[in-house]
């Protein structure tokens, strides 16, 4: 079992940056591909990025690339999700999530979820 606490959501103005982190409970942290995830008010949940277990690897999705950056740090069992030029339409609840099948771009690959942390982007 893996317990994961988002944190560092918040208001922001469009154009303004945000870190968001994620603190995982278990020991064998650095076995786990990590992923963020964003659901919008009366939208589907879906995916933002992705990072494999030793942190070699990325995914992003369309919407972010270029703009947010996901990193780990397993001495610390923390994953994170730099958000850089924020839209108004990054506006979500942001879900920090682990798998122990690989890295993956799908909610179905994942097994553990946070509580999420709320970002608002104003315009």
């Known amino acids: 079992q893996v317990q994961l606490v988002e944190s560092g959501g918040g208001l922001v103005q469009a154009g303004g940056s945000l870190r968001l982190s994620c603190a995982a409970s278990?020991?064998?942290?650095?076995?786990?591909?990590m992923g963020w995830f964003r659901q919008a008010p009366g939208k589907e949940r879906e995916f933002v990025a992705a990072?494999?277990?030793?942190?070699?690897?990325?995914y992003y999705a369309d919407s972010v690339k270029g703009r947010f950056t996901i990193s780990r740090d397993n001495a610390k069992n923390m994953v994170y999700l730099q958000m850089n030029s924020l839209k108004p339409e990054d506006t979500a609840v942001y879900y920090c999530?682990?798998?122990?099948?690989?890295?993956?771009?799908?909610?179905?690959?994942?097994?553990?979820w946070g509580q999420g942390t709320q970002v608002t982007v104003s315009s």
């Open positions: 999530a682990a798998s122990n099948r690989g890295i993956s771009m799908t909610l179905s690959g994942y097994d553990y």
């Open positions: 278990r020991r064998t942290f650095s076995s786990y591909a």
């Open positions: 990072i494999n277990y030793s942190g070699k690897t990325t």
